[in-house]
C-alpha cells in the first residue's frame, strides 16, 4: 500500500480519538467537579529511504541523503487537567467546594463483589440518607448513594438535627432542633492527590487507584496521601464548577477536524495518483 495512505490512515484514526476526548469534555462542561482531560500526539517510526547515489559532499547537499518517510502520528498522553474551576455560590448546607486543585474527598462504594472500595472525587454535591445501622442517624452520600468518608468510615449526624455546619477544615457541627444544642459530628478525610496522571476515571465522576499500581512500579502512598488537620480548604454553600473553557475545545475541535480532512485528502490524492500509474499505457 502506498507509504502516504498507511500514514494517513494511522492519523485519521487518532485524530478521532482526540474527538472523542474533545467531545467528553464538552459534553461535560456542566457537570460539578468535572476535570477536562487533554490529549497530545507523538511521532510513530519513521524509515529512511536512502535513494540518492552521488554523495552529497561532491553535489554540495547541506541535507542528509535520502527521505526520512514517517509511519504516522498517535496519541502520546491523554492527560487529566486538575486546574481549578469556577466557584458557583448555590447556598445549599450539603454542597461543598474544594479550593485547592489538588485535594479530593473520599467516597465509599461496593463494587460488583459487595466489597468496599474507596473512590475520589471533585464533586461536592451531597445528600441525607437513612443509616442502614441506625434509624436515629443520617448518612452523608452522593448523588448516586456512596458514603462520604470522614476518618473512621462513613460520616453520620444526628437525624433530629435543624442545621449542619461545615468549615473550611472540613470540621462538621449539628444544630439539633431545639435551636440551641450544637454537637460535633466528626470531619471529613480528604487526601492530595500527588501523581493525578495515574488515577483511573471509573465513571460517575469518580476516580480509583488502577489494579496493576504494584507492577506500574507506584505504591499508594506515591499517588495520594491523606491531608491533615487545618490543610483542608473548603467553602460550604458553593460548587466547584468544570474546569472546562468551552472556547478552547471549540478551538482544538476545529483544528482536529482540519487535521482529519488534511489526512483524508491525501488518500485521495495517493489514490488518484495510483490510478493515473495504472492508467498508463
Aim: charged fraction near 15%; aromatic fraction near 4%.
Amino acid at each position: 500500500m502506498n507509504t502516504s495512505m498507511m500514514a494517513a490512515s494511522v492519523t485519521m484514526g487518532q485524530l478521532q480519538k482526540k474527538m472523542d476526548t474533545i467531545a467528553n469534555n464538552m459534553a461535560n462542561s456542566n457537570t460539578t467537579g468535572f476535570k477536562r482531560r487533554e490529549a497530545s500526539f507523538s511521532d510513530l517510526l519513521f524509515q529512511q529511504v536512502n535513494n540518492q547515489i552521488v554523495p552529497s559532499m561532491e553535489t554540495g547537499r547541506l541535507t542528509p541523503n535520502g527521505l526520512r518517510v514517517g509511519a504516522g502520528a498517535k496519541i502520546g498522553q491523554t492527560a487529566l487537567r486538575t486546574e481549578q474551576g469556577s466557584i458557583q455560590q448555590t447556598d445549599r448546607q450539603l454542597d461543598l467546594a474544594i479550593q485547592n486543585p489538588n485535594h479530593f474527598f473520599q467516597i465509599e462504594v461496593s463494587n460488583n463483589n459487595g466489597a468496599r472500595e474507596v473512590r475520589y472525587t471533585r464533586d461536592g454535591t451531597f445528600y441525607f440518607s437513612q443509616s442502614p445501622n441506625n434509624p436515629n442517624e443520617l448518612n452523608i452520600v452522593t448523588g448516586q448513594g456512596h458514603f462520604l468518608l470522614g476518618p473512621n468510615g462513613p460520616i453520620t449526624v444526628p437525624a433530629d438535627h435543624s442545621e449542619v455546619q461545615i468549615d473550611e477544615n472540613g470540621i462538621i457541627s449539628v444544630i439539633l432542633r431545639d435551636g440551641t444544642t450544637t454537637v460535633p459530628a466528626g470531619q471529613l478525610e480528604m487526601v492530595r492527590v500527588q501523581r493525578p496522571q495515574i488515577l483511573e476515571q471509573l465513571g460517575e465522576n469518580l476516580f480509583g487507584l488502577p489494579e496493576n499500581l504494584i507492577e506500574q512500579g507506584y505504591v499508594p502512598a506515591d499517588i495520594l496521601g491523606v491531608i491533615g488537620a487545618g490543610q483542608v480548604s473548603l467553602r460550604q454553600g458553593a460548587l466547584e464548577m468544570s474546569n472546562v473553557d468551552m472556547g478552547r475545545e471549540m478551538s482544538e475541535m476545529i483544528l482536529s477536524q482540519r487535521s482529519y480532512q488534511f489526512n483524508a485528502r491525501s488518500i485521495s490524492m495517493a489514490d488518484q495518483m495510483m490510478g493515473l500509474v495504472n492508467s498508463i499505457r
